[in-house]
């Protein structure tokens, strides 16, 4: 398990909200810009990966108990859903790397992600 705080340090990530929750535990990891993707298979304490900028993000991260997200490509929250992610504390990172790019630092730092059950796989019956 890491902290925020050190991941954030670890790969130059820049915190644009709730810079105050940065001691929050990672258990995990998730990537993927599908919200309802997002709410059916991530799990509490994870720390999510994604290119979207909108209010809503706030709320799948604060449904789920995510961790904190970070946003990639450089891309910066709009203005509504930084002040969203402040009144919830849910910490929102930005990173310049692409989402391939971070997901392998990520692991390299041990962050993982969690194996779907064969049964739930496509394809698998």
């Known amino acids: 398990?890491?902290?925020?705080?050190?991941?954030?340090?670890?790969?130059?990530?820049?915190?644009?909200?709730?810079?105050?929750?940065?001691d929050n535990e990672v258990t995990g990891g998730y990537a993927s810009d599908l919200l309802s993707d997002v709410i059916a298979n991530s799990r509490e304490g994870d720390l999510?990966?994604?290119?979207?900028?909108?209010?809503?993000i706030v709320a799948v991260?604060?449904?789920k108990d995510?961790?904190?997200i970070i946003l990639v490509n450089g891309r910066e929250p709009q203005e509504d859903t930084v002040q969203k992610?402040?009144?919830a504390n849910i910490p929102i990172m930005v990173s310049r790397l692409p989402t391939f790019e971070l997901v392998?630092?990520?692991s390299s730092l041990g962050?993982?992600?969690a194996a779907l059950p064969d049964a739930t796989r496509p394809g698998k019956s």
């Open 1 to 22: 398990m890491a902290k925020l705080a050190d991941l954030a340090e670890k790969l130059d990530l820049e915190v644009r909200a709730a810079r105050g929750y940065l």
């Open 48 to 56: 999510w990966v994604t290119l979207q900028v909108h209010q809503n």
């Open 61 to 63: 991260a604060s449904m």
């Open 66 to 68: 995510l961790a904190g």
């Open 85 to 87: 992610a402040e009144t």
């Open 104 to 106: 392998g630092k990520l």
């Open 111 to 113: 962050v993982r992600g």
